[in-house]
């Protein structure tokens, strides 16, 4: 048996368990919610929920009542005197820690701007939110001072910017119809909702049109310049022959 073949066979009788454990500090300083979910090659095998010394559990063991019932116990007395504490003992730390940057708010700049789809030739509408914290926002686009359905949106996913902001941007196709488009975003650096109205992104066009206006003013000042040097030229002309003819006279 050689070296590769003796690795995929280790490899291929490792059992990968991945364990998730997520708790809440409530606002009151109390413990929330703690989550703790098993999976095994990528799935879910069971999950607990641990709220108020009240546990709920859902999964997917198969394995006996007994042992079902044991582990449960095992559990939920990790979740009560282990996980929790411990969870919450890292959290509050963290929040002290970074509680100028938590609790910060950054008001978003929002925008809403039509613009040519190369890819169907057609127009998109873009609303775009970046640079608030927290994280989370609500963007609407209207048509008509109704909202538009999400079916007919695409985008909406949170990105980072690399200031330690987030960034948002929401799109809908359009032709070239007579509705009024808007767009609202609620956050809570906000005291009210911000509501934009459409702006036209003139950034290809007007970069494409550029070449064309320089041309033409390169040419008006060429055309210019010659009808200068030769209305110029017909006015030296005009006095050259004024001013030799009058002192010919006087010979003859």
Not at 100 to 111: D, F, H, M
Not at 130 to 144: A, W
């Amino acid at each position: 048996m050689n070296t590769t073949l003796k690795l995929y066979l280790s490899i291929k009788d490792v059992l990968a368990l991945q364990r998730l454990v997520v708790c809440e500090l409530r606002d009151d300083g109390e413990p929330g919610q703690m989550i703790t979910r098993d999976a095994v090659r990528g799935s879910t095998t069971d999950e607990l929920l641990y709220v108020d010394k009240n546990f709920t559990y859902q999964g997917r063991l198969n394995v006996s009542a007994l042992l079902l019932e044991v582990h449960l116990k095992i559990s939920m007395w990790n979740h009560e005197h282990l996980y929790q504490p411990f969870c919450i003992k890292t959290l509050k730390g963290y929040l002290e820690k970074r509680r100028n940057q938590v609790n910060r708010k950054v008001k978003p700049r929002v925008r809403l701007i039509q613009n040519t789809n190369s890819d169907s030739g057609g127009f998109r509408v873009s609303c775009l939110a970046t640079g608030f914290y927290p994280r989370h926002i609500n963007l609407t686009l209207f048509r008509d001072g109704q909202p538009v359905s999400d079916h007919e949106i695409t985008g909406g996913d949170l990105l980072p910017n690399g200031d330690g902001t987030y960034q948002m941007r929401k799109s809908l196709e359009i032709s070239a119809d007579k509705h009024t488009y808007s767009c609202s975003a609620t956050h809570l650096s906000l005291d009210n909702k911000l509501h934009v109205t459409l702006e036209y992104d003139h950034g290809e066009p007007f970069r494409s049109v550029i070449p064309s206006v320089l041309t033409v003013l390169a040419l008006m000042m060429v055309f210019g310049a010659a009808a200068a040097i030769t209305a110029w030229k017909r006015r030296s002309a005009d006095s050259f022959r004024s001013g030799y003819s009058t002192p010919s006279s006087k010979y003859f």
